[in-house]
């Protein structure tokens, strides 16, 4: 380390010379800079001020805070009641050394002099910030707590803040919203909204973001952006909550509904704009003299954008991701035609939309396009082959053209859900064999899911629920990699075939609602399988094959016609979750595994009930199993015995939660008949706990 003439270096007391030599000097003693602050006024006092030294016997030097003359020290004082004289001594003396290393702070620009050794970490979170650069940074500074992070963030904000326009530190966030909420520090931060409605922006603002949720109207004169020329990031939102209607009516962009008040229009935004988020744009165009060129995300939804949005000469040559959602006044595309780095486009609930242009398939980065709730779009549109998103879900589309279909070899996510007029689906769907999830709930015209020629192993979610299909083709085994199935509310539906087997991955499968289904041959080749659903399949025979299932965890038998559950089912070390709920056929319940969760609901005509005492004491030690809901509400048939028993449970797992530890909270409920409780809550428990008469024997 090169040696520094210390006398120059303070000679030189005003101006920038000053600032740049004390920095060094900072420098100079960073080796010290995991010493303590007392360590740290020695080194220096050896060498201008050896009175310090002996002051600093005397004082345990605990912070240090800048003022006008320089620093001022809190000193926790030891000892001193008979030696007031001295006191002031060392005060001098302290003084003293304040003065040699201080400067007038004033001027905001931050040196952070007294922080020993930060320099080079301001240095380095500046060269991350990229003040200079086009583009907006966010820097975050993550260790463990105490070590100095705000302190930090603080010094790069005073070194900054002179270069903006206006700024605003807020430090403890979280402690301070939980205190005083989040509508104070959105009140901290109204210098943003002055900014606007004053009109006083000039070339210093790069970045606006206004929470409109924490204002009643805010007027803006159409020139309230000219002199911000800068402006690179603008983002207008609210944070509450806004429902995401089907269908608007014009009624809703009514004026109370615009917090923004453009009554005078919008002459221009900022051509330097890369990023514009505006939700709710209450005009029906951007400004004819705003230059969109340099936008690479615009995200205007809810807004009442008409059609032509900018000039045809614009060459939108940056733009990556549009979001237009729920324009319900937008009935074309704008014009993308040059945006050949767009990937991710959301025009959802465009109501007005009837087509999509015929250019979309050249746009060879496009990953992501929803078209959801596009209730006119009348044809599939021609896609990519790199589309990997695709919703398409509440259009009127009747078909998907094969030669379309074929091209999508990236294709993840197909959302067909509730497209009204679909009727089948092409035989080449197995060629998108990156397909992992298709759904085609609510389809009700839908009837024939085609055979699948070849396997698709990455299908993982199939979703038929609500359409017209009446049985399955057996080629269903080729979906070798499907986890769910979901079949629901499939009123037609009466056949499942066998090579159902064949999906050794399933976890789920569930069929509720399947009125005609008749055939269902389980088998426990479905050794993956998680949860069943069998609800309501009143035509359905309940295979005895359900409790050797080895992962069953949620099977849903209510509804059906079974009329007793095999012993069998106590063998379900995995089961927690069983629901009987009007089974009305249903007269016996044999001795149950430890559930979480047992719902036997108007069961009419149960009148047994076996006691769970073996499996519930084998469990003993397994707590998490003991806390959980019975329901036997509107059983009205229940014999004394099974009223014991299941009372007797009750105690037993009421008593072993309340002897658990205490993160393990109590039994949540017990209902038997017509949703009388049992004493279940953990006070009761602990009576039971201290008075063993009334606990049944072990």
Known sequence: MEEVDWDDLLEHR?????????????????????????????????????????????????????????????LNLKNVKDCMDKVLEWRDALEKAANLSGFDNSNKTGDSKDLVGIETKIEEIESLLFIDSPDIWTVGIWRMGGIGKTTLAGAVFNRLTSKFEASCFLANVREKSEQEGPK?????????????????????????????????????????????????????HSSEEFPKFIGFQDAIFGEVYYKIDLSQGLESLPNALRYLYWDRYPLKSLPSKFSPNNLVELR???????????????????????????????????????????????FSGCVRLTRIPSYFKDFDKLTYLHLGHCENLKSFPQMPDNIEFLDLSFTIIKDLPT?????????????????????????????????ESLDLTGCLRFKYFPEILEPMEHLKFLSLQGTAVKELHSSIGMLIGLQSLILDRCENLEFVPDSIYSLKHLKKLSSSGCLSLNNLNLSLGLCSLELISLCSCIELEIPNLLMFLPWLRDLDLGGTKIESIPSSIKRGCQLSHLRLNYCRNLRSLPELPVLCSLEANDCRSLTTVSSSRNSLTQAWDKYELFRGSYYFTACPNLDDK?????????????????????????????????????????????????????????
């Not at 959602?325 to 074309?332: D, P």
């Not at 990236?410 to 009727?423: A, D, E, I, M, Q």
């Open 300 to 346: 205007m939804p809810y807004s009442r954008l008409e059609a032509p949005l900018w000039n045809k000469n614009q060459i939108l040559g940056n733009l990556k991701v549009t979001d237009l959602s729920y324009c319900t006044h937008l009935a074309e595309v704008p014009d993308l035609s040059r945006s050949s780095k767009i990937e991710h486009i959301n």
């Open 184 to 236: 104070n520090l959105q009140n901290i931060l109204l210098h943003v909204y002055q900014v606007l409605e004053n009109n006083t922006g000039t070339a210093k603002v790069q970045c606006i973001y206004v929470d409109t949720s924490s204002i009643t109207r805010l007027q803006l004169s159409s020139s309230s952006f000219k002199e911000m020329y800068n402006l690179r990031l603008l983002k207008i």
């Open 642 to 698: 099974a009223r014991s028993n299941i009372v007797t449970d009750a105690h037993l797992r009421i008593m072993r939660v309340a002897t658990a530890p205490s993160n393990f909270k109590e039994v949540e409920c017990y209902k038997v008949n017509r949703g009388c409780h049992v004493n279940q809550v953990i006070r009761k428990a602990k009576e039971w706990h201290h008075n063993s008469n009334m606990l049944p024997k072990m």
């Open 403 to 435: 030669s379309s279909i074929q091209c999508l070899l990236g294709l993840t996510t197909l959302k067909l859900s509730y497209c009204n007029r679909l009727v089948s689906l092409p035989k080449n769907i197995c060629k998108l064999r990156s397909l």
């Open 14 to 74: 005003s101006g920038d010379v000053r600032k740049k030599r004390w920095n060094q000097m900072v420098r100079h003693i960073g080796q010290y800079a995991m010493k303590s602050f007392a360590e740290q006024v020695e080194i220096l006092s050896k060498r201008y001020c050896a009175d310090v030294l002996e002051a600093k016997e005397a004082f345990d030097v605990q912070r240090m805070y800048q003022n006008r003359r320089g620093v001022l020290h809190l």
